[in-house]
């Protein structure tokens, strides 16, 4: 039996198999409203056959954008361009469904990257003033983020929340807090980008605290059945940043205030980083943090074949996989995993007879019929 086609548990979240569709940002929102493109690409990958798509990354505030061309729930008007996308995959696919709910700090106001992905200066058409745990630019010669107040902390916070209800509201299983990838919960988390000097900087407990808060307040906002977790970057790669010693102590933390998963990455803080790339180059931070806490731990870092993923998950080292590129070349990725781990998988009718000849029951019992 293939343990990663195997059902799992996140809080009171059953899916069906232990794989993921990581949040992958795809720069095609207008004015943060969801497009045609999120109803195909999003329709497209509900039909994969994996347990869990996640959205992606979601801005709560307007200035929390990484492009001018991120997806925003910041306003109702938001939510009503993204309903017909979720309830398209809701009436074709079993397909579990959560958002990536994001503040991009002081990497908001970028190109897209198919236009080479730089720092926008405010100025410009498509730029604007960013903010951050401290007046520290991402790097050199970049916008300098104004640095939170009190109320400017209170206006994020509010705005998890209220994008936490609106996701609530459209029905959506679950909410991925996003604590990784140099994004303004990580900022505040590392010591290279958090310099403040009150009771969110300094100690690790200081610089973990406005992230805690905002998880907490987004976990007491939404009804008892939506499941709430956070990615985090476990290591900035950088000597004397953010580390896994520190991930370890964060991760009991989001525990102690009932945190259901947490998706385990890396980088992303610091242009300075060095990261030794390479398969399953993440896995042993999701390993670490599987050690020592209950929660359900995704692991994700090129993953790319379904033997990598089944010994994954077979050994302990993750609960699930999380694949984003590869799904991309091939979204039929779960498909080809369980033909060759000889599991089954699910797919839609209108999709049975292209189930091939010599995995008769990839698809599970199959009846056609036809005149």
């Known amino acids: 039996m293939s343990k990663l086609f195997s ?13 993921a569709i990581a949040p992958m940002c795809q720069y095609s929102a207008d004015r943060g409203y969801a497009t045609d493109w999120h109803m195909i690409h999003l329709g497209h990958l509900a039909l994969s056959g994996a347990g869990l798509l996640i959205i992606e990354a979601t801005a709560v505030t307007e200035e929390g954008r990484i492009t001018y061309a991120d997806l925003g729930l910041w306003s109702d008007e ?4 993204l309903e017909p996308v979720v309830n398209a995959m809701r009436k074709h696919a079993p397909i579990k469904i959560a958002i990536q709910l994001a503040h991009a700090g002081r990497k908001a106001s970028s190109e897209v990257p198919w236009h080479g992905g730089a720092n926008l200066p405010v100025d ?3 730029g604007w003033q960013t903010v951050a745990p401290s007046a520290l630019p991402h790097a050199e ?3 300098v983020p104004l640095a939170l107040d009190a109320a400017g ?29 140099g994004y303004l919960l990580h900022q505040f988390l590392s010591p290279l980008s958090n310099r403040r000097d009150d009771q969110y900087g300094g100690s690790l407990q ?12 987004v976990r007491e906002a939404v009804s008892p059945e939506m499941v709430v977790g956070m990615r985090i970057s476990a290591s900035d790669w950088v000597d004397g940043g953010w580390d896994l010693e520190q991930s370890l102590v964060l991760a009991q933390e989001l525990e102690r205030l009932g945190c259901q998963f947490i998706h385990v990455s890396s980088g992303g803080v610091s242009p300075h980083q060095k990261i030794p790339v390479g398969p399953g180059y993440q896995i042993e931070f999701a390993a670490r943090i599987k050690a020592n806490t209950p929660m359900p731990t995704i692991g994700v870092g090129l993953i ?29 990725w779960p498909w080809h995993a369980a033909a060759e781990l000889g599991a089954t998988v699910s797919a839609p009718p209108q999709y049975w007879r292209s189930q091939p000849h010599e995995h008769k029951h990839l698809f599970g019992d199959t009846r056609l019929g036809q005149r």
Do not use: C, S
Request: aromatic content about 4%; cysteine-free.
């Open 7 to 19: 059902p799992i548990r996140l809080g009171p979240l059953e899916l069906a198999n232990r794989i």
């Open 78 to 81: 938001h939510a009503a361009a």
């Open 124 to 126: 410009h058409t498509d």
């Open 141 to 143: 010669g970049e916008t």
């Open 153 to 181: 902390l209170q206006r994020v916070k509010d705005g998890f929340v209220a994008a936490a209800r609106r996701a609530d509201a459209l029905g959506l299983d679950a909410i991925e807090l996003h604590g990784a990838h």
């Open 206 to 217: 200081n610089r973990m605290r406005f992230p805690l808060e905002v998880f907490q307040a």
């Open 304 to 332: 790319t074949e379904a033997k990598q993923a089944e010994t994954i998950v077979q050994t302990g080292q993750a609960d699930l996989v999380a694949l984003a590129r590869a799904m991309l070349y091939d979204p039929r």
